[in-house]
C-alpha cells in the first residue's frame, strides 16, 4: 500500500485550526473518516432511511453488464481508478463482472482513512485473488496529481456514493475540471448523484431516530481529542441537518447547547462557543439531470450514458471529454 503522506496530521490539525478560529466555524467531513467514522459509517449504509447504497446497489445489479462493457469497450487495457472508495462492497459488482469478461485492467481504489483501504484491499484479496490491485491512501486532490501522470494509460475513473455531494457546485467543477484535464480520448469517468427527492426522504437519510447519523457527525470532535489533546464534550452539541429543496443542499452542524471553552492542546488553542453557534461539517448536495448537464458543460465533459434505480432516487453517469 502506499504510504500515508507524511502531512495526514499536519493536514487535520491545519484543518482544525482554521475551522475553528474563523467565523462561522467549520470541519471538513473527509475528517469523520477514522476506524470510529469508518465502523459508523457501515451502520449509516444499514439505516433503513439512508437509501444511497441501496440505490447504487440496485443500479450496479440491474446494469452491471451494460457499466462493465462500456468500461471496456475498447479492449485496451485500462486502470479503474476508485476516489474514497470505502469498503468497495458495491464496486466489488462490476469488479467481478469485468473480471467475467476477462478484460485486462487494474483497479486503484483511493481513500484518505487507511483503516477503510486496509480492509477493502484484504476483503478483495479474499474474495477476488485474481484481481489486480494497488491502493493509495490520500485524498482526492493528492491523488489528481498523480493520476495527471498516468495520461499515457487509459483509466476509467469512478467517484460512487454521490461522494462528489460533499462538494458545493464551485468546488464540484473545479475538481471535474482537474479530473477532465487528467483524461485522454478514452478515458472515462463515471460518477454516482444522488437526485432531489422529496425533502423528507432527504432529511430522513441524514436525521435517524437512532442517532447514528448524530455519532457520525460528532466523530470529528471526539477525534479532535483523541489525536489533538481536544477536550471537547460531543454530549454537549446537538447534530442538526437542514436539507434545501430549491438548492438541493444538505448540510449538517453541530450545535453549542451551552457557551463554552474548548481547548486543542496540541495546537496550543483555546476556542470559545456561544450558546446556539454553530460546526459546519457536512455537505451532502441533490442534483437533477439540469444541473449534472450544467456541470458537465463547464467542465468540458459529455454524458455518454446514465443508470438510475427503479425509483429515480440516484443516477450514476458516464462522462468522456466533449
Ligand atoms: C460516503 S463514503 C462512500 C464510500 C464508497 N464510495 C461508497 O459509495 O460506499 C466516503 C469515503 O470517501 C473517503 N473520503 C472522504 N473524503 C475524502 C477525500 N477528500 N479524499 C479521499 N477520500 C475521502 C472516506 O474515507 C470514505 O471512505
Known amino acids: 500500500m502506499q504510504q500515508k503522506t507524511p502531512t495526514a496530521t499536519e493536514a487535520f490539525s491545519e484543518a482544525v485550526r482554521k475551522g475553528l478560529t474563523q467565523y462561522p466555524k467549520s470541519l471538513p ?13 457501515q451502520r449509516i449504509m444499514k439505516m433503513p432511511g439512508y437509501y444511497l447504497t441501496r440505490c447504487e446497489t440496485e443500479i450496479f445489479n440491474r446494469h452491471k453488464e451494460a457499466i462493465a462493457s462500456r468500461f471496456a469497450d475498447t479492449g485496451s487495457p485500462f486502470n479503474l481508478i476508485e476516489l474514497g472508495a470505502g469498503d468497495g462492497k458495491k464496486t466489488r459488482l462490476l469488479l467481478r463482472e469485468l473480471l467475467r469478461l476477462d478484460t485486462p485492467f487494474s483497479y486503484m481504489p483511493v481513500d484518505i482513512s487507511e483503516n477503510a483501504l486496509s480492509g477493502l484491499v484484504a476483503t478483495l484479496k479474499q474474495e477476488l485473488p485474481d484481481l489486480r490491485c494497488s491502493p493509495w491512501q490520500g485524498t482526492y486532490f493528492e491523488v489528481l ?24 457546485h464551485p468546488q464540484a467543477l473545479s475538481f471535474l475540471k482537474e479530473l477532465r484535464e487528467t483524461m485522454g480520448r478514452e478515458d472515462y469517468l463515471f460518477i454516482g448523484f444522488d437526485q432531489k427527492k422529496d425533502p423528507a426522504t432527504v432529511q430522513a437519510a441524514y436525521d435517524d431516530p437512532e442517532g447514528i447519523t448524530e455519532a457520525f457527525n460528532k466523530n470529528i470532535l471526539g477525534r479532535i481529542n483523541r489525536e489533538l489533546g481536544g477536550t471537547f464534550d460531543p454530549g454537549k452539541f446537538r447534530h442538526w441537518e437542514v436539507y434545501d429543496p430549491e438548492t438541493g443542499t444538505a448540510k449538517s ?43 458537465a458543460r463547464e467542465a468540458g465533459l459529455v454524458i455518454d450514458g446514465h443508470y438510475a434505480d427503479s425509483r429515480g432516487y440516484y443516477k450514476d453517469y458516464l462522462f468522456r471529454l466533449a
Open 253 to 295: 452542524y453541530l450545535v453549542a447547547g451551552e457557551p463554552m471553552r474548548v481547548e486543542v492542546r496540541d495546537l496550543d488553542l483555546e476556542v470559545e462557543f456561544e450558546r446556539w453557534e454553530t460546526i459546519h461539517t457536512e455537505i451532502s448536495q441533490k442534483y437533477d439531470d439540469r444541473v449534472v448537464e450544467w456541470l
Open 145 to 168: 496529481r498523480e493520476i495527471g501522470r498516468m495520461k499515457d494509460q487509459r483509466k476509467v475513473i469512478l467517484f460512487l456514493g454521490s461522494n462528489i455531494g460533499n462538494l458545493l
Open 29 to 41: 467531513s473527509r475528517f469523520i473518516y477514522d476506524a470510529r467514522g469508518d465502523a459508523l459509517f
